[in-house]
């Protein structure tokens, strides 16, 4: 059930002794049609040698060697705030809009941003909703007080949490979110994606030499030679999103080994 609340974090250090039958980090490695009752999508959880990893839910296929995409396209398109809301107020209700029917709390880890005046936009995280209809308006709850009030002539804009929905793609100019701990066969899974830290990603073959130290995300998730993708006037299926450099190893052998960068 979900409820609201603030993204969890959570740093380990390392362990002297585990079960014989028990790894250090299981949870990791796992993956489910339920979401783990101890996290929500977006918490991040960070390992002793600078591995990070965030609660993702899959939105179709997640190849476990290629980064997948952010495939929201937001939950409310620009729109006026329906109610007024004062300074230091943390509820705000949004206009009606194009949008899929929002259970309770569903958009907890989600963003929300305002307009209320030129140069005093507001953005703030959301901690939780309350339900929604189809094409109903919004209510979210966010994660700090208003600075600026908000009138119904305020424009309003609110997005899903990123995590929530993201698929091994083909599309070089989504955003990437990480590479999957583990492979997911289809939608709905629950599952931890890498973002920082040393990783095996696949590499093109540019991903060599020291043109080949720096490397982007092409639109599969795998890896371009920073080289290759800038060298482009308009790229086709390399994008502009930098992964990380080589640590280990080449496309030539024995990697490589990468240390993503978020």
Same mark, same amino acid.
């Given at each position: 059930?979900?409820?609201?609340?603030?993204?969890?974090? +959570?740093?380990?250090? $390392?362990?002297? #002794? #585990? @079960?014989?039958?028990?790894?250090?980090?299981?949870?990791?490695?796992?993956?489910?049609?339920?979401?783990?009752?101890?996290?929500?999508? $977006?918490?991040? *959880?960070? =390992?002793?040698?600078?591995? +990070? *990893?965030? &609660?993702?839910?899959?939105?179709? +296929?997640?190849? /476990?060697?290629?980064?997948?995409? *952010?495939d929201q396209t937001g939950v409310q398109a620009y729109a006026n705030a329906s109610v007024a809301a004062a300074i230091g107020d943390t509820e705000v209700t949004v206009g009606a809009g194009t949008h899929s029917a929002i259970a309770k709390d569903d958009l907890r880890g989600a963003y929300f941003i305002s307009w209320p005046a030129a140069l005093k936009d507001q953005f703030r995280g959301v901690v939780g909703n309350d339900a929604s209809a189809e094409n109903a308006a919004i209510t979210v709850y966010l994660d700090g007080p208003l600075t600026e009030a908000l009138t119904t002539s305020t424009?309003? +804009?609110? &997005?899903?949490?990123? &995590? %929530? /929905?993201?698929?091994?793609? /083909?599309?070089?100019? =989504?955003?990437?979110?990480?590479? @999957?701990?583990?492979?997911? %066969?289809?939608?709905?899974? &629950?599952f931890w994606v890498q973002t920082r830290g040393p990783r095996f990603v696949a590499p093109q073959s540019t991903v060599i030499a020291n043109e080949g130290v720096g490397v982007m995300f092409r639109h599969d998730g795998s890896l371009e030679a920073l080289a290759t993708a800038i060298g482009g006037t308009v790229p086709d299926a390399d994008g502009t999103q930098y992964a990380g450099h080589r640590m280990i190893g080449s496309y030539a052998g024995n990697g490589p080994l990468v240390n993503l960068t978020g």
């Open positions: 059930m979900a409820t609201r609340g603030i993204g969890k974090q +959570e740093l380990v250090g $390392g362990k002297d #002794v #585990v @079960p014989s039958n028990a790894g250090y980090y299981d949870h990791i490695y796992s993956r489910s049609l339920v979401r783990d009752q101890r996290w929500n999508v $977006g918490d991040r *959880f960070i =390992l002793p040698d600078g591995r +990070e *990893f965030r &609660y993702a839910k899959s939105n179709g +296929e997640c190849a /476990s060697g290629q980064a997948c995409d *952010f424009g309003c +804009e609110i &997005y899903e949490n990123p &995590y %929530a /929905s993201v698929v091994t793609g /083909s599309n070089a100019a =989504l955003g990437k979110a990480g590479v @999957p701990a583990v492979y997911i %066969a289809a939608a709905d899974t &629950y």
